[in-house]
Each structure stands twice: as structure tokens, then as C-alpha cells.
T-cell receptor
Framework: SQTIHQWPATLVQPVGSPLSLECTVE??????LYWYRQAAGRGLQLLFY??????ISSEVPQNLSASRPQDRQFILSSKKLLLSDSGFYLC???????????????FGQGTRLTVV | SQQGEEDPQALSIQEGENATMNCSYK?????LQWYRQNSGRGLVHLIL?????REKHSGRLRVTLDTSKKSSSLLITASRAADTASYFC????????????FGKGTKLTVNP
């Protein structure tokens, strides 16, 4: 069965420090991978998505970046965190083989990031 | 940018009552999905309705889709305290895009 791992669960980082959040998927191949951010009590903002190794689409210009070094690994990074980067970060995957065929998305349990 | 917008933003009901949440979207879609999020957790897929379907049922869930109005509704019948969560609609953007965008969600509270 497919599983998605996201860590760490919580993170407190000082302003200006680097960030690296990792997400890995098991039990599927060539998934589409996503990073979302959710502010407290708000909806999900799509940050990045990837349809393959090294292919990253950025939705929101900011000081965050994403990389996909392996098929089932998706990393969210920052060189210098801002206070506004605080939030709940969620990784997700889908496996849409064909145009027009859409299946459900599977989410990790999220990382609560607090920048202090 | 947001594709789906849920309404209401918050809903508080008593156990046993029905809860109805609405979602409006802007562009043409292949399907619309509803998800549930317990506080501080990831989202869990509830139900998917395709653009050529008008209504779909799953247990106590009933979803309708009106493509002419670009809207969908999620009905939870005979609600339970355990249904307390936030509910989101999501649409993959048409045209082969892998983008999956979510609305802002409806926070449902079911009081025992």
C-alpha cells in the first residue's frame, strides 16, 4: 500500500536560519508531488508541485524553494527563514496517468513550523 | 489563486442534525473532490464527483455538482461529534494540469 512520510512534525526555527523539510512516498512510482502551506485557520496555499525528478513548478514567489532529487522524495527549503514563513506545511501526492483522469490526493501529517 | 470557495466559513450544529457546505469554483473542471481535515492533521479524501455526474453518495455523505452554476454541495446527514473538522473542496485544473487547488474550507463544529 502507498504511504507518505513527512518530517519533522514540529519545528521551531529562528529568523534567518535555513530550513529543510522532507517528504517521501512509498508504494507508488512517478507520483505528482505537492507542497502546501496553511496559515492558522485558513485554506491551503499551493507552493510547489512536481511531475517528475528535477521538474518543479512554483506557484508563489517567495524565499522558499523545492527540489526533487529522487522520484519519491520532495524537499522544501529556505536559505533564510522569515517570520511570515510560519505555518503548517503539508506534502501530498497524486498519481494521474492521463489527461482528464484524476484520483484522490494523499497527504502527509504536516509540519508545524514556527519562526521566532 | 483560489479555485474553490467554500461557504459558510464556519458552521455549528447539534448532533443528529444535517450539515450542508457549499463550494463554488471559477473554471471548467474534470472533477471536484471533498476533503476533511481534523485539527492539526493532514487532509483525508472523502469523495470525488466527476463533471458528468450530478449526485453521488458515500455513507452519510451526499455530494451534488451543478456545472452550469459552477457549484457543489456536501451534505453530511445525522451528524456526529466526530464529524467536527474542516472540510475543503478541491479541483484539478482542466487541461491536463497537475495542479490541485483547494478552497479556504468550512469549519464544522458538531455539538454533542
Amino acid at each position: 500500500s502507498q504511504t507518505i512520510h513527512q518530517w519533522p512534525a514540529t519545528l521551531v526555527q529562528p529568523v534567518g536560519s535555513p530550513l529543510s523539510l522532507e517528504c517521501t512516498v512509498e508504494g507508488t512510482s512517478n507520483p505528482n508531488l505537492y507542497w502546501y502551506r496553511q496559515a492558522a485557520g485558513r485554506g491551503l496555499q499551493l507552493l510547489f508541485y512536481s511531475v517528475g525528478i528535477g521538474q518543479i513548478s512554483s506557484e508563489v514567489p517567495q524565499n522558499l524553494s523545492a527540489s526533487r532529487p529522487q522520484d519519491r522524495q520532495f524537499i522544501l527549503s529556505s536559505k533564510k527563514l522569515l517570520l511570515s514563513d510560519s505555518g503548517f506545511y503539508l506534502c501530498a501526492w497524486t498519481n494521474w496517468a492521463w489527461v482528464g483522469r484524476s484520483d484522490e490526493a494523499f497527504f502527509g501529517q504536516g509540519t508545524r513550523l514556527t519562526v521566532v | 489563486s483560489q479555485q474553490g470557495e467554500e461557504d459558510p466559513q464556519a458552521l455549528s450544529i447539534q448532533e443528529g442534525e444535517n450539515a450542508t457546505m457549499n463550494c463554488s469554483y471559477k473554471t471548467s473542471i474534470n472533477n471536484l473532490q471533498w476533503y476533511r481535515q481534523n485539527s492539526g492533521r493532514g487532509l483525508v479524501h472523502l469523495i470525488l464527483i466527476r463533471s458528468n455526474e450530478r449526485e453521488k453518495h458515500s455513507g452519510r455523505l451526499r455530494v451534488t455538482l451543478d456545472t452550469s452554476k459552477k457549484s457543489s454541495s456536501l451534505l453530511i446527514t445525522a451528524s456526529r461529534a466526530a464529524d467536527t473538522a474542516s472540510y475543503f473542496c478541491a479541483t484539478p485544473l482542466q487541461g491536463g494540469s497537475e495542479k490541485l487547488v483547494f478552497g479556504k474550507g468550512t469549519k464544522l463544529t458538531v455539538n454533542p
